[in-house]
């Protein structure tokens, strides 16, 4: 009986990130995925890494998975920009907290620009901020690109790859598919929204549900900087760390009442520049089985607000979609060990993308990822890792 060290299953960003670190610890590894190429929410975000908005407890975390991408960008050749992101305040309830969080975490992470400069950094210059912060840690890579890349990179280099192949169970090192047993001293499942078909009962145990996200690609005008990355007030209001600032709670009442449709579709305005456009989102709505349609409102409410913030006339739409993810009622990431052999991991919340190698590196019980953060080695429960984006 042939016998692997590790089986991965699921090609998603937190699968392929483990399988990466694993292959860097001489580990042999496969991949199993029901499809024949990531196709799930790892391509169909932003492909933006906040960092720096995560929580203080995991910005460890977050640090870890910041050098675990600058790890696999310099080994694989994809594209991931350090550029940092952008967040102009429209309002002083804003600017408060974006002072605040500056003040807090210090220069490194957040630098306070004045009006002049944010309206020049986004292209606008007529965007009529008050202010404005740039977060220097932030990185991005191109969503699409990213996931399918790191997958050819590894199957180049010896990590077996088991396409359209649906996994029926797993228990105790074996892993039962359509195509037979796989065998393995160690697996981990991460399986995104297909958890409740693996393990029900951990599923409905933490209220797992599908966040689904209205998603455009617009053109990029020529007088929009190359490789913007934008956040705005709403994400000032979603994100943990900024959340956690004195002044938010009047920065949400602020919210409520001057864009109270942005807030009743839970928005987190966002835009990053990869090479096919302008990425724009999103909302959020949450559902077992949620409708398969895009409402059109709400994607011309997204695309009016950020076509307002960028001095954008008229925007020629791509593409849209409805991004898919798994969320949780009662936790941001679900990490559980159904036998000794077998670990469970899912994100449930929106920045997977963010923390995937900090969290694989958890997984694997610490990796040659370096890093000026300190790291513990031993792999945290889910009430450890705290995580910001839902």
């Known amino acids: 009986m042939s016998t692997t060290d590790l089986i991965i299953t699921g090609s998603g960003i937190l699968g392929l990130a483990t399988a990466f670190l694993a292959h860097r610890q001489g580990r042999r590894v496969r991949v199993i995925d029901r499809c024949a190429r990531p196709v799930g929410s790892s391509v169909q975000n932003f492909g933006h890494a906040c960092f720096t908005g995560q929580a203080d407890d995991i910005q460890d975390l977050a640090m870890t998975s910041r050098a675990g991408w600058q790890q696999a960008a310099a080994a694989t050749g994809i594209w991931a920009a350090e550029t940092g992101s952008y967040i102009p305040a429209m309002t002083e309830p804003e600017l408060r907290v974006l002072q605040e969080f500056a003040d807090h975490r210090g220069p490194d992470q957040a630098r306070l620009l ?32 990213a996931a399918p890349a790191i997958a050819r990179w590894l199957a180049d280099r ?13 228990a105790d090192g074996t892993v039962s598919t359509n195509r037979g047993q796989f065998h393995a001293e160690q697996v ?78 839970i928005a987190n305005l966002m835009v990053t520049d990869i090479a096919d456009g302008l990425l724009i989102g999103d909302s959020h709505a949450y559902s077992l089985s949620p409708e398969p349609f895009i409402d059109e409102t709400i994607a011309d409410l997204l695309l009016d607000r950020v076509t307002g913030i960028l001095g954008i006339d008229a925007p020629v739409v791509s593409q849209r979609w409805l991004g898919h993810y798994a969320d949780s009622t009662d936790t ?3 990490l559980e060990h159904p036998d000794e052999r077998t670990t469970v991991a899912v994100v449930t919340s929106g920045i997977g993308m963010t923390l995937s190698f ?4 958890r997984i694997l019980g610490g990796s040659p990822i370096e890093t000026a953060a300190s790291v513990t080695a031993d792999t945290p429960t889910s009430d450890e890792v705290v995580m910001s984006g839902r």
């Open 114 to 145: 004045g009006a002049e400069e944010v309206a020049s950094a986004v292209g606008n210059p007529n965007l009529g901020a008050v202010g404005g912060a740039h977060l220097p840690q932030d990185m991005r890579v191109d969503p699409r690109e």
């Open 158 to 170: 010896g990590v077996e790859f088991t396409w359209n192949t649906t996994v029926t169970e797993v």
């Open 188 to 265: 981990v499942v991460c399986p995104g929204l297909g958890l409740s078909a693996l393990f029900p009962s951990i599923a409905e145990a933490h209220g797992v549900r599908t966040c689904t996200l209205v998603m455009s690609l617009i053109e990029r005008p020529r007088h929009i900087p190359t490789g913007l990355a934008l956040l705005t007030g709403t994400s000032l209001a979603r994100y943990d760390g900024f959340a956690a600032m004195p002044g938010a709670s009047a920065l949400r009442e602020d919210l409520a009442q001057r864009e109270p449709e942005l807030v009743d579709v």
């Open 332 to 334: 941001n990431l679900i």
């Open 358 to 361: 900090g969290i694989a590196d």
